[in-house]
């Protein structure tokens, strides 16, 4: 191997995580505040629920599949568990376990819709999304849900989030300093953690990335193709609506919304980690890299009183960017090799 | 017999003279209101605000006893256009215009006009002598809840201001922004944030916790608008700063009023128009146009302050309540007539 593809090799690899680094290190000088510990753990915050949305769409990305209904899914799940804590009146453990069976329902229709009645996985889910986006406001008749509204039949929700639901949103956990680190940051490293090692080192991990890569290939080696596509798409569904609950708790009430930005930021996240170690594939690692990359780059702009409109641009420069060093560069590399 | 029978038919009858009167006496065409349609026109309807408003138009065009055609653009500026040109060939007597882009509507509400039919907008500016705009009056929103921000804090602080350009009703309010700095030296602007992205409050809090820890001497921060207000509200909580910030904003829904109770909650004020009312208003100053009166160029429906010590005095938990507490934001002394029955409350 010549110097040149060494060093091209080198830049593929950790051309991204270097990017990251030197922003660190400019935000750090030129925006007051950056360097602290608060501010680090608030990169972690902004990410928590995109990350996690961003971890599902990576397990679908790698059987080869994708999944538009994330953004709605977790909107659902913002709703549903209003609903049934302030309307309904249940208790927290209730609510999370619907949330989440709703979820890995939606993700079995959207499996099943992919591979039984073979509608191609962007329309199936492109349906899905569209589906519970006018689902979750019939019920409140389009209005958002907190305690004191006035119900369609014209009674008064008395139910509240309890408290134990508010903290999974709210409660931070001592950590040299005392209330340091939220739980949603927790539950993000540990979602992160658990795809990362399910996907790597797991046989299911392997034989879904080889579905990726040729389905029929692998369908004729004997893997059970059809369950692990759904398994995907349930894998995805159940996340998305963890994150909504994340999102309810941290919002405290049941917000009326599409979700679309969620759902962009999180494929924003997942496809920026195509290049991350110079991977050219989804993968649990970098996806997390990448949902702090957008994490670090908002906070330290929004420090700098950078208008949104510039944060837009540059989270699409980012992704740009990114898609470049996967597709161009990975692939000059592997046909080199 | 026969003169008791009488008796009791002319009772019977002076029993339906109010009703018979209030029909006599309005004028055409609501002596048979049963044969006036109205059409509302739609270009934004999800959220809160936008439910209330059609409640309001609802409400009013019930009293009134006219038909009621609701069209649903959803942000479909094209469609929205469309929509009124249908409405036109369903042969409507009024339109209500709510919202949309002054450049596609300007041509649509000229159609309308040209044939013979009464049109009013509301928000929406389509630059038209015959159309009256009914407004919420942002400035007048935006000066109390500054006021009020004076009265609390003084003349001089540090200010945080949320806001994103190109929506005409924040615009106007950042005009008003813009004059109170004017005017107060001492108000000192350290960050300008804000988006749209949804959930609001959500990808506001975000930006709002980077602000904070940017600004950490920051006093006062005008949210005007309450989606921002909450995620200023959360991000102050999360950051700890809750209880050296006020929060100033505008809007209000029953969520809003549980936020601003809650213990220690750094939501000060805001200055709201109750939509349902805005709403009622619409339709009032259609009807006028209708029966030939003037409602006049501008129908602006006036704001009330709401600060948290008025929810907490009053033990306000709902939108409903605060109508019955605060009578002012229950009704506005806008484009009323004596032949005009209001809503039942």
């Known amino acids: 191997m010549s110097v040149q593809t060494r060093l091209i090799d ?16 400019f935000f750090s000088i030129s925006a007051p505040g950056f360097l602290s510990p608060h501010s680090a753990v608030f990169v972690f915050q902004s990410v928590a629920i995109t990350g996690i949305l961003a971890l599902g769409v990576t397990a679908t990305l ?15 799940a913002l709703m549903l568990s209003a609903y049934v804590m302030v309307v309904w009146e249940l208790s927290a453990g209730v609510a999370i376990a619907l949330c989440l069976l709703m979820g890995a329902g939606v993700g079995l229709v959207n499996g099943l819709l992919i591979v039984k009645a073979r509608v191609p996985d962007l329309l199936a889910t492109l349906g899905m999304m569209f589906l519970l986006i006018g689902l979750q406001r019939i019920p409140t008749e389009g209005r958002s849900i907190s305690t004191g509204m006035t119900l369609p039949d014209g009674t008064v929700a008395r139910g509240t989030f309890s408290e134990l639901f508010l903290m999974l949103g709210r409660h931070r956990i001592d950590f040299f300093i005392e209330r340091l680190i939220p739980l949603s940051v927790i539950f993000l490293l540990v979602v992160a953690l658990l795809v990362w090692v399910f996907l790597e080192f797991t046989r299911h991990g392997r034989l879904m990335y080889a579905i990726g890569s040729n389905a029929q290939a692998a369908q004729l080696a004997g893997v059970k193709v059809e369950r692990y596509k759904i398994a995907a798409y349930m894998i995805s569904g159940t996340l998305a609506s963890f994150g909504g609950v994340l999102l309810a708790a941290r919002l405290g009430r049941g917000d009326v919304a599409s979700g679309t930005n969620l759902l962009l930021d999180a494929v924003a996240a997942a496809l920026i980690g195509f290049a991350v170690l110079g991977a050219g594939k989804p993968n649990a690692f970098g996806t997390a890299i990448g949902a702090l990359f957008v994490g670090v780059l908002l906070q330290g702009m929004t420090m700098m009183n950078a208008p949104y409109y510039t944060q837009d641009f540059i989270k699409g420069a980012v992704l740009v960017v990114a898609l470049v060093f996967t597709f161009a560069f990975t692939a000059r590399g592997s046909r080199g090799a | 017999m026969i003169s008791r029978r009488i008796l009791m038919m002319t009772a019977g009858a002076f029993a339906f003279t109010p009703s018979l009167a209030l029909a006599q006496d309005a004028p055409a065409p609501f002596d048979n209101p049963g044969d006036v349609t109205v059409a509302l026109v739609r270009y934004l309807s999800t959220g809160d605000f936008f439910q ?18 609701v069209f649903d653009s959803r942000q479909d500026a094209a469609l929205q256009a469309d929509m ?23 041509d649509a509400a000229q159609r309308a006009v040209d044939a013979g039919i009464k049109v009013v907008a509301f928000d929406v500016n389509v630059e038209n002598a015959a159309v009256p705009q009914i407004e919420q009056s ?26 994103v350009p190109g929506i005409a009703p924040l615009d106007r309010r950042d005009e008003t922004w813009r004059e109170f700095k004017a005017r107060y030296e001492g108000i000192n602007e350290v960050s300008q944030f804000g988006t749209l992205d949804n959930p609001i409050a959500n ?52 969520a809003d009023i549980a936020m601003m109770r809650e213990p220690n909650s750094p939501w000060a004020a805001t200055a709201a128009t109750n939509p349902a009312v805005v709403g009622e208003v619409s339709v009032r100053a259609l009807a006028l146009l209708l029966a030939g009166e003037d409602p006049g160029e501008q129908v602006v429906v006036p704001p009330t302050l709401i600060t948290r010590d ?33 809503p039942s409350r």
């Not at chain 2, 942002?138 to 806001?163: C, H, K, P, S, W």
């Open chain 1, 10 to 25: 080198l830049a593929i690899r950790f051309g991204f995580l270097l990017l990251m680094a030197g922003l660190l290190v």
């Open chain 1, 62 to 76: 790698v059987v080869g599949g994708f999944d538009l209904s994330i953004g709605a899914v977790a909107t659902s």
């Open chain 2, 52 to 69: 209330s408003y059609l409640a309001g138009v609802e409400a009013q065009a019930a009293a009134l006893g006219v038909n009621l055609r």
């Open chain 2, 84 to 106: 009124v040109d249908q409405a036109i060939a369903l042969g409507v007597d009024g339109i209500i215009i709510q919202h949309g882009l002054t450049e596609s509507m300007q």
């Open chain 2, 138 to 163: 942002d400035r007048d929103l935006a000066r109390l809840a500054l006021e009020q921000a004076i009265t609390d804090n003084g003349e001089a602080f540090m200010a945080g201001y949320v806001y």
């Open chain 2, 203 to 254: 990808s506001v809090a975000n930006q709002a916790r980077a602000v904070f820890s940017a600004n950490p001497g920051i006093e006062v921060v005008f949210a005007p608008y309450n989606e921002f207000a909450k995620g200023v509200m959360i991000a102050a909580q999360e950051a700890g700063v809750a209880d050296n910030i006020n929060i100033y904003s505008a809007d209000i829904s029953t």
């Open chain 2, 310 to 342: 008025m929810l907490n005095d009053g033990n306000i938990t709902n939108m409903e309540e605060l109508g019955e507490k605060i009578p002012a934001f229950l009704h506005a002394d806008v484009a009323l007539a004596d032949w005009i029955a209001l």
